[in-house]
């Protein structure tokens, strides 16, 4: 089981959604970066459950840092972060003991493995995205010491209803003040009436996530296997749910021409840029100094208060209700993750640019 990710600064997560608790270990983070206590509790405060329009399990998510700082900066040695599971009711998971839920990890757990964690899918439940967040968290800081790269990320989609206001007008300050993690009253209204329609029926609804990183340097990126484009988007779909990525003009540039899709460059005081962002400030592989801007397709939940057909351990299928706290959406609390993960890409090819 792949349980790592990055090169240089890397991220190591273990635990599952119903076991004593959920785990980082950050190692490659250089000594001396400033440790702040409280942007970690903040970080993991946006992405826990218990909030509006989100699951009913309410965790405090309080984090235990174990290794690695010392007098509030980091050693350079690994640094360990424990986060504790509080409010499992893992009896609602007792009939999913033989069953394979429907568009689930379970039947593929099982069938690689041989043996899997019914409670709440184990490794591959949502909770273990808190560990990237502690991990994205630590990122931020080291990002700190070095540049002045900011990243803002917003629920531009839910369901069929869009937001109007571009990725570039987003504004972090006005995402986090919204429970939705949108950044437009008007379309924020009608996803909220989509949720509650959703709880009504015992429904789940998908959504998009779409990110702007400012003040990104030209150069950052490593062609040919490890370009940012790439790592962002294996980042990207690493996280539970996920289903779709696409970068600047995206799937749209498929349905352009060259002439239309091609930024043209600029020069203002002395510094090249382009006056377009249609390749969303990557070429090559490799930054070229506009903000980085891309988008995240996630599905709806799979499990739903609805009875569906599942299969069986004895290859029988059965119709079940899926009883438990579930998202209406899980694309709200994609959010910080998403953070987590961009900061994460940025931070380990920060360090291999050398």
Not at 51 to 67: G, H, I, K, W
Not at 136 to 154: N, P
Request: charged residues 25%; hydrophobic residues 35%.
């Amino acid at each position: 089981m792949a349980n790592t990710f990055g090169t240089l600064f890397r991220l190591t997560t273990f635990g599952e959604s119903h076991g004593p608790a959920i785990g980082a270990v950050v190692d490659g983070c250089p000594a001396g970066v400033p440790f702040d206590m409280e942007m970690l509790r903040s970080d993991l405060s946006r992405r826990r459950p218990g909030q509006a329009n989100t699951t009913a399990r309410v965790e405090s998510d309080e984090p235990e840092v174990l290794s690695g700082v010392f007098e509030g900066r980091t050693t350079g040695a690994p640094i360990g972060v424990l986060v504790r599971n509080s409010n499992q009711r893992s009896k609602d998971y007792e009939p999913l003991r033989e069953l394979y839920r429907r568009s689930h990890a379970d039947y593929t757990y099982d069938a690689k493995y041989g043996h899997r964690d019914h409670r709440g899918g184990g490794r591959a439940s949502a909770r273990e995205t808190l560990a990237r967040v502690v991990g994205g968290a630590i990122a931020r800081m080291y990002l700190a010491t070095q540049t002045s790269v900011r990243v803002t990320a917003a629920v531009t989609a839910l369901g069929e209803i869009s937001t109007e206001r571009t990725i570039e007008a987003m504004d972090s300050e006005r995402v986090w003040a919204s429970d939705i993690r949108a950044d437009d009253p008007a379309s924020e209204a009608r996803m909220r009436e989509h949720l509650a329609a959703m709880k009504m029926t015992g429904d789940s609804t998908g959504g998009v996530v779409s990110v702007r990183v400012d003040g990104m340097p030209a150069g950052i990126g490593e062609p040919i296997y490890d370009k940012l484009s790439a790592r962002l988007a294996g980042a990207m779909m690493s996280i539970n749910g996920s289903t779709g990525f696409e970068i600047g003009a995206g799937f749209e540039a498929a349905r352009r021409t060259g002439s239309t899709n091609n930024d043209p460059f600029v020069v203002e005081d002395e510094v090249v840029r382009t006056l377009t962002n249609n390749s969303g400030g990557i070429q090559g592989g490799i930054s070229n100094g506009m903000p980085v801007i891309f988008r995240v397709a996630f599905k709806p939940p799979s499990s739903i208060a609805q009875s569906q057909q599942h299969a069986t351990r004895e290859k029988t299928v059965v119709d079940h209700l899926i009883e438990g706290r579930h998202d209406p959406s899980i694309v709200i609390r994609a959010v910080p993750v998403v953070e987590a993960m961009t900061m994460l890409v940025l931070a380990d090819l920060w360090r291999m640019k050398g």
